[in-house]
């Protein structure tokens, strides 16, 4: 069974960058399309980015275009989200997951976009 831990997030004024990271167990990782979710208080969860099995295509929503970038590392079974020009309606809870939704969710990390 695989077992996702996410990391990295924290406190960052708006304009500023946080690289998350997810460190995911068993060996089904590589095969699945891997992505980041994000939850804000009151919303529900929404996948951000998203990326193919070898890397070679990425999707974003169009809230996180251009600032986002997802990147993945199969040998060391790890998804990573570069966060720059971050905004406030960014604050939220992280969590990475297979897309669709195949493992159970991690406990996320949060990230707080405030001056």
């Known amino acids: 069974q695989v077992q996702l831990v996410e990391s990295g997030g924290g406190v960052v004024q708006p304009g500023g960058s946080l690289r998350l990271s997810c460190a995911a167990s068993?060996?089904?990782?590589?095969?699945?399309?891997m992505g980041w979710y994000r939850q804000a208080p009151g919303k529900d969860r929404e996948v951000v980015a998203r990326?193919?099995?070898?890397?070679?295509?990425?999707v974003y929503a169009d809230s996180v275009k251009g600032r986002f970038t997802i990147s993945r590392e199969n040998a060391n079974n790890t998804v990573f989200l570069q966060m720059n020009t971050v905004k406030p309606e960014d604050t939220a809870v992280y969590y990475c997951?297979?897309?669709?939704?195949?493992?159970?969710w991690g406990q996320g990390t949060q990230v707080t976009v405030s001056s």
């Open positions: 990326i193919s099995h070898f890397g070679t295509t990425t």
């Open positions: 068993g060996s089904m990782f590589s095969i699945n399309v």
């Open positions: 997951n297979s897309v669709p939704s195949y493992y159970t």
